[in-house]
C-alpha cells in the first residue's frame, strides 16, 4: 500500500516538472519612461537654444495724426494754425447773433412752461436768419482791432459749458469741404432782461437761461458756425449751425 502510493507521488511529480518546461516563460518590463515622454533616459527632452521671437509692439496714437485726435485737441491745433483775425472776426459774429437770437425769443412773449424743444426750434429757425444777417452787416462796419486782442484770436470758454451745460464742440458736416467740421466754445451769455429792475434777479431770465455760441473749423479755416439755445424753465436746449450759406439743427 505504501509503495503503491509513493508511486503515485513520483508520477504527479514528475508530471508537474514536464508541465513548466513545456509552458513558455512571461518577461514583464517595467519602463522608466512613466511621464511617457518617450525618451528612456528619463531626463525629457532637451530645452531648444533658439531665441523667443520678438513680441511685436503695442501702437500707439501719433498726436500729429489729426484723426488720433479728440475734437477738442483737433479744435485747439486748427485754432493754433489759424488766421487770429479771421477767427476774431468769426468769434464776434457768431456771439453777436447769438445775443439777438435770445433777445429774439425772450421778447416773444411766450409763457416759460410753454416752450418745449418744438417750440424753441421753431423760434430759432425764425429769428435766426435776421440775426445772422445783422451780424454779417456789423462785421463788415467794423475794424477788426477793436475787437479784444488774444494771442491766437480765440479763447475757449470751457466755463459757459459748466454754467449753461453746453457741448464742449459740436462736429458738422460741411457739404463745401466735404468734411467734418468741428466747433469751438468760445461765448456765452445769460440773456438776461435788460429793462427789468436789477431787485429782478434770477427772474431776469424769464424765459431763457442762456446761450453758447461756437465758431467752426476745418483745418485752419473757419467755415462757418453754430449756437446753442437753452430755456430757463426746463433746461431745454436747441443747436443749430450756419454753414454753406445754411441754417441747419444739429
Known amino acids: 500500500m505504501a509503495r503503491c502510493t509513493l508511486t503515485r507521488l ?4 514528475f508530471s508537474a516538472a514536464t508541465a513548466s518546461l513545456m509552458i513558455p516563460g512571461c518577461t514583464i518590463r517595467i519602463n ?11 531626463e525629457g527632452p532637451a530645452p531648444s537654444d533658439e531665441p523667443a521671437p520678438p513680441t511685436k509692439p503695442v ?8 484723426e488720433a485726435l479728440s475734437d477738442e ?7 493754433e494754425d489759424a488766421d487770429p483775425e479771421e477767427v476774431a472776426l468769426a468769434t464776434a459774429k457768431t456771439s453777436y447773433a447769438l445775443y439777438l437770437i435770445q433777445g429774439s425769443i425772450e421778447s416773444h412773449g411766450l409763457a416759460p412752461e410753454a416752450l418745449d424743444e418744438g417750440t ?3 423760434l430759432v429757425e425764425t429769428y435766426a436768419p435776421r440775426a445772422l444777417q ?5 462785421i463788415a462796419t467794423i475794424d477788426p482791432a477793436i475787437l479784444p486782442a488774444t494771442p491766437r484770436g480765440y479763447v475757449v470758454r470751457n466755463e459757459c459749458a459748466a454754467e449753461y451745460g453746453c457741448p464742449f464742440v459740436h462736429k458738422v458736416w460741411s457739404e463745401t469741404k466735404q468734411t467734418f467740421a468741428i466747433c469751438g ?13 436789477e431787485w429782478f434777479g434770477p427772474f431776469a431770465n424769464i424765459v431763457m437761461k442762456g446761450w453758447c455760441s461756437y465758431v467752426c473749423m476745418v483745418g485752419r ?18 443747436s443749430f449751425k450756419y454753414m454753406d450759406g445754411k441754417l441747419t439743427r444739429i
Do not use: H, K, M, Y
Not at 10 to 13: D, Y
Not at 185 to 197: Q, S
Open 120 to 122: 424753441l426750434s421753431s
Open 59 to 66: 501702437p500707439t496714437a501719433d498726436p500729429r495724426d489729426p
Open 10 to 13: 513520483g508520477a504527479l511529480a
Open 185 to 197: 466754445l468760445n461765448d456765452c451769455g445769460d440773456g438776461r432782461c435788460t429793462i427789468c429792475p
Open 73 to 79: 485737441e483737433a479744435f485747439a491745433r486748427a485754432i
Open 221 to 238: 479755416e473757419a467755415v462757418g458756425s453754430a449756437g446753442t439755445v437753452i430755456s430757463a424753465f426746463r433746461g431745454v436746449q436747441v
Open 134 to 138: 445783422q451780424a454779417e452787416a456789423w
Open 32 to 42: 522608466p519612461d512613466a511621464g511617457g515622454t518617450g525618451d528612456p533616459s528619463g
